[in-house]
Each structure stands twice: as C-alpha cells, then as structure tokens.
C-alpha cells in the first residue's frame, strides 16, 4: 500500500504461451534512491496458483526506482519435464529448455502512486507494462 511518501508495487505473471498464469515463479524485489544510489534488496515472494505476488515487501521512503526479477527457468523447466511425461518421444528435442533463465524489470517510481507491473512471458520472449 502506498503513501504520500512511498510507493507502492505489485506483479503478477501470465504464460502466454498456455493461456495461463504463470505459478511458482520466484519473485525478488530491490529499490534504489537515485540512479547512482546501490540497490537495497527488500526480499521477496513467489506467485500463486493466479500468477499473483501479494506480499512484496513495502518499499522504504525515499526510493526512486525499483527492480522486479523473474527466477523463470524452474517455471519452464517444471513445465517442460511435465510435458515429456505426456510426449516422451520429444525428450531429446536437442533444444535448449530455456533462453530467458530470469528477468530482471526495472523502473521509476514516485512517492503516492502505486505501480502494478504485469510479466507477459513465454518460452523465448516477454512483455512489460506498467497496469492498473
């Protein structure tokens, strides 16, 4: 929840290439005051079954840019082992299993808004926006 004087955020992920969101992904959140400021890491969570992040840490005053990043490879490694149990002649495909291992969004805040961050992700690319 944001405040006259911090920001807030949330996220959440959809699989676009099942039509589905995406549940499992580790999700780390760091928040920075300034573009020569270090990243402070404020922790974490993990997407639910709706793809949803409803506990990111709060954001602390003063912050100015923050970074969301995306563990996906576990997601589509769990995904890819789940579809070889239905097709297993497509076991050793030779293709690599994932081309995005993480993605890492960053972006700029400002104190009193609240700034949704959505991941559309797929097998070999992803799509941001700043949601409502």
């Given at each position: ?20 969101p995406a ?30 992040c409803k ?46 291992p993480e ?30």
């Amino acid at each position: 929840m944001s405040t006259d004087t911090t920001a807030s955020v949330s996220t959440h992920i959809l699989d676009t290439s099942a039509g589905r969101p995406a549940g499992g992904v580790r999700v780390r959140l760091a928040a920075r005051g300034g573009g020569t400021a270090h990243w402070q890491e404020l922790g974490g969570s993990a997407t639910d079954a709706d793809g949803r992040c409803k506990d990111l840490p709060a954001l602390p005053q003063g912050t100015t840019h923050v970074r969301l990043d995306f563990a996906v490879e576990a997601y589509f490694e769990k995904k890819q082992a789940e579809a070889q149990q239905d097709a297993p002649a497509n076991r050793d495909s030779g293709a690599a299993q994932v081309f995005f291992p993480e993605v890492a969004i960053t972006f700029a805040v400002t104190p009193g808004e609240h700034y949704h961050v959505p991941l559309l992700l797929n097998p070999f690319g992803y799509s941001v926006y700043r949601g409502s």
